[in-house]
């Protein structure tokens, strides 16, 4: 038994010693995230979350179901005000099952894709993806893969577009998944176009994500908003909510 801890410890400990590596590769050269005073910035959303909401109230013209899928890290909860606005407009909204999100696996992959189809087949109708950083990754790819249970997807400072190390946010990502930004678990092509409408919501002062990979090139996305947040500030933001409903309510 206490081999048996010893090769435990030993094991833990290799693996410890990689994925501290993998935080301390070096950002390729010409590559870099928003500026440290946006970073910095980033602090005021956790005041944000203590404000009234201020989001007036919205009638949907094209109610129907939506997902929200939640940023690295991030708790479907953080989504809250999100979720509560676009249901008083008479959305069918849901969360996407996994609870707090901690990168790409096969299997929560592979989950998420069943959720989708089950629920578009449970309304009769496509499903709107609305993604929140790490979780637009997820809406674009599951969009490309099984676009007739996908009505819409819309990102929200979601890096989809240049290099995956163009934000402040890589490192720690590599260091807690334990797999580097260019290798994930789920192979995917993050600037493809989903063959559904794609509405990217970007922010100047995003402290996270640089805004030209939120953003996008024309052929990347739809359509391109430019909003004024912080990247924490996305799911909670009562502009940010009333630019989501009113894409909900576009026919495209």
Known sequence: MIGNLRAAALDAGRELARRTELARQPRPDG?????LRLLLAELGALVDRVRPAGIRHHVALRPQPVMLLPGFGSHPGRMRRMRQALRGAGHSVDDWGLGFNLGPTPGNFAFLMRRVDAMAQAHGQPVALVGWSLGGLFAREIACRQPA????????GT??????RANNGWRAYQAITGHTVDEPPVRCDTAARPPVPTIALWSPRDGVIAPRSACGRPGERDRAIALRCNHLGFPGDPAVIAEV????DRED
Do not use: C, E, N, W
């Open 31 to 35: 590559v870099s995230g928003p500026s």
């Open 149 to 156: 249970a996908v009505g819409k997807v819309i990102t929200m």
């Open 159 to 164: 890096p989809f577009s240049g290099d995956r």
């Open 245 to 248: 409903l009113r894409q909900l």
